[in-house]
C-alpha cells in the first residue's frame, strides 16, 4: 500500500466578525435605552429613619493620643533564618490619656484600669435605652508613631477592661 501524500492543512483563525457585530449592537442598545426609566422601576428598600426628633447628641470618648518621645535609630538585630530582624534603637512613646499628658507605659496602664473600672465615667447606652456602658476608646497617633506603638496601645486599653477600642485621627506623616 502506498504511503498517503501529507494533507496541507490551514493554519487555525480566529474570526472576530461576530464579536464585533455583537458588541456594535451593544452599544446601540445602551444609547438608545432611557435609563431613568429602568431606575424608577427597580424596587429599592432603603432604611427609614427611625428618630423623630432632631438630631443625635454627641457621644463622650476617652481620647488616648501616642506621642514619640525618641524616634529612635533604625538597626538590623540578630539574623533570624533567611532575614535579619529590624529594630528600632532607643524608640520611645509616651501617652496622652484624656487631660494627663506624658504618661510612661505603667502610668497609662494604671490610668486606662482607673477609667474603666470609675462607674461615674460611664455613658448611655444608645442601643439600649436606660443603660449605661464604658466610654468608647479612640487611640490617636500622632506623627513617627509606629504600628507597634498603636497596637500596643489598643492591647493595654483591652486588658484594662475595655470593649470599644477604635484607632483614628493623627497628624499623619511628619511635616505633613
Known sequence: MAPRPPV????????????????????????????????????????????SHGSVPPQE????????????TPTWGERQGAAARYELTGHRIAWQIG???GLDQQQAVAELTR????????????????RWRQLPVIV???PDSRYDDMARTGDMCRAAGFTDVQFGGGLGPRGG
Open 8 to 51: 496541507e492543512l490551514d493554519p487555525p483563525r480566529l474570526d472576530m466578525t461576530p464579536m464585533i457585530d455583537v458588541v456594535f449592537l451593544m452599544i446601540v442598545f445602551f444609547v438608545c435605552i432611557d435609563f431613568r426609566v429602568l431606575e424608577a422601576k427597580l424596587a429599592a428598600w432603603l432604611p427609614r429613619d427611625v428618630a
Open 61 to 72: 470618648q476617652l481620647l488616648v493620643r501616642v506621642y514619640v518621645v525618641a524616634r529612635g
Open 115 to 130: 477609667i474603666a473600672s470609675d462607674p461615674q465615667l460611664r455613658v448611655p447606652d444608645v442601643r439600649q435605652p436606660g
Open 140 to 142: 490617636e497617633g500622632w
Open 99 to 101: 487631660g494627663r499628658s
